[in-house]
């Protein structure tokens, strides 16, 4: 079985300053690690994925993350946040021949 | 290229009533999947097909809802008798292959429908 949690269903930062957002995950298998964007009344959009290799993932809109298998995390950060950033942020695990399963997701605000 | 195409964005109707939701993937993916987005939450799966076969259902609400994939191209999701909890958006995303785990997903804009 597999099971994602998101720590902080709301995260607030201020233009220009750290954007970090926690991912945990379980799962019986290998995991691979996703994490989507949605910007509202849009579908998701991929971030970025982890599979197989370099622990440390680089994504679009200068968005990283880095697989740790041993604190089960894959936490999403940017150096510094744009308010176009401001959206929800889902991260999924699965796993060879396993389906998505996606976690509630975090509500990210840019303050001017 | 053109991505996931969803329709109609956006249903209203009455408990009861019957309802469809229509998604044409990704040109050439064959693997298509049904997700349903409650308010806050993230999706959960409904259904996966691989081709025109249905690989997973095992979260659809078999007494009420019902899906096709005629030709493995688009699909068909319908809800019959629609209750007031199926109120949410429904997703359909495609990947080109499902088998892997490992295969992007691309999601089209949904469906977010509202039972009164």
């Known amino acids: 079985a597999q099971s994602v949690t998101q720590l902080g269903s709301h995260v607030s930062v201020s233009e220009g300053a750290l954007v970090l957002l926690r991912c945990n995950y379980s799962s019986s298998v290998p995991p691979y690690l996703f994490w989507y964007v949605q910007y509202p009344n849009q579908g998701l959009q991929l971030l970025l994925k982890y599979t197989t290799g370099a622990t440390l993932v680089k994504g679009i809109n200068g968005f990283e993350a880095e697989f740790k298998k041993s604190e089960t995390s894959f936490h999403l950060t940017k150096p510094s946040a744009h308010m176009s950033d401001a959206a929800e942020y889902f991260c999924a695990v699965s796993g060879y021949g396993q389906n998505f399963v996606f976690g509630p997701g975090t509500r990210l605000s840019v303050l001017p | 290229e053109a991505g996931v195409v969803q329709s109609p964005r956006y249903k209203i109707i009455e408990k009861k009533q019957p309802v469809a939701f229509w998604c044409n993937p990704i040109?050439?993916?064959?693997?298509l999947y049904w997700y349903r987005q409650n308010l806050g939450q993230g999706p959960e799966l409904l259904i996966r097909y691989e081709n025109e076969e249905a690989v997973d259902d095992s979260q659809l609400p078999k007494d009420r809802f019902s899906a096709e994939r005629l030709k493995g191209v688009d699909s068909t999701l319908k809800i019959q008798p629609a209750e007031l909890g199926d109120s949410a958006v429904y997703l359909c995303?495609?990947?080109?292959?499902?088998?892997?785990?490992?295969?992007?997903?691309?999601f089209g804009p949904g469906t977010r429908l509202t039972v009164l």
């Open positions: 040109s050439g993916h064959n693997t």
């Open positions: 995303a495609s990947s080109s292959s499902g088998t892997s785990g490992s295969d992007t997903q691309y």
